[in-house]
């Protein structure tokens, strides 16, 4: 079976893990297997699996779409999480998943090689899509305000939070002269 990805390799049965059977790419090095696979690997190693031997990843990134080497249909790309730009390849029609080279040791070195699953979730993708926001909007206000204001204000509005009365206090702080009728 041809590869998905680089259109150039053949797919050979192999393993992304002990127990976890995946057509591995002697070519680019991808790796696909099915989901239901993976849930049964996942049964035996409930927990993150921890590989000190991985050093700095660089896993490959398709960018392009994946046609699944099952069905010939379009692969769907999620989000790992919002610290990485990687996309895992999920084929619904099958469940297969496609991860390019290096992404099983990423999953692995972040400590999410037992939560890929989840991966596909929208709660999942959800929050992923809320965190790079709350990071494009610190970012927006750390520009904005500076680094040294910024923290001063998020300290203020910690203590505001909790204040018996928030509403009259911040009600005097926008008060162009709190003292005047």
Known sequence: MQCTSCETGELQQGHLAQLLPSLNCDHCGGHFFYLADYLRWKEVNPAPLQDTDIEDVEPSETTKAIICPITGRLMRK?????????????????????????EWELLVKSGLSNQLNKIFTDPWQRNIRLEKTADVLKAQYTNRFGEQDYEQLQQVKAWLQG?????????????EDPYSA
Do not use: C, F, P, T
């Not at 919002?82 to 099958?94: E, P």
């Not at 204040?163 to 008060?175: C, G, I, N, Q, R």
């Open 78 to 102: 999620y989000r790992m999480s919002s610290q990485h730009q990687h996309k895992v390849d999920l084929s619904v029609a099958v469940n297969g998943i496609w991860l390019d080279k290096g």
């Open 163 to 175: 204040a018996e009365h928030k509403a009259e206090m911040l009600a005097y702080l926008v008060a």
